[in-house]
């Protein structure tokens, strides 16, 4: 259920985020601003909040999710939206905006649900075979014979 909220709340920001930052440059439908959203919606959760988010932290998923929302606008606005002059400001005002509604989010989810950081060397704590160490020997050369 707290998947599903958190899954709502990104579509209609993302939404407000679309319809603000694309209506401005362009004559978008509510169908592209819909499809923008949802194709965000779902890259950005499955991507930043269920593998970034509990390995690199709040502030470096904030910064992913904010390079995730710019580049999917540069690269599928000016297909869908039949421009290419002004995708640039459209791409980077929505991209501020999610990032913003993003940093709520994730401050809910890390309140709500339980996102444990795993850091590096808790990782080589929990399997102690990959702590390799360091082998020096000289080297043999064969005898030669004359």
């Known amino acids: ?30 169908i592209e601003i819909a499809t923008f959203s949802l194709l965000l919606t779902i890259v950005s959760y499955l991507i930043g909040d269920r593998i970034l988010l509990p390995r690199i932290g709040n502030r470096n998923t904030l910064v992913a999710d904010f390079f995730l929302a710019y580049v999917s606008v540069w690269i599928f606005g000016p297909t869908v939206l039949n421009g290419y002059l002004q995708i640039a400001w459209g791409s980077i005002i929505s991209a501020f905006i999610i990032t913003g509604a993003e940093a ?25 075979k990959l702590a390799y160490g360091l082998e020096m020997a000289e080297e043999q050369e064969p005898i030669q014979k004359k």
Do not use: C, V, W
């Open 1 to 30: 259920m707290k998947n599903t909220i958190i899954l709502l709340l990104k579509f209609i920001s993302n939404y407000l985020a679309f319809s603000i930052g694309l209506d401005l440059f362009f004559n978008a439908d509510f």
């Open 104 to 128: 709520l989010i994730h401050m809910y989810m890390l309140k709500n649900l339980r996102i444990e950081r795993n850091s590096s060397k808790e990782r080589a704590k929990q399997n102690p």
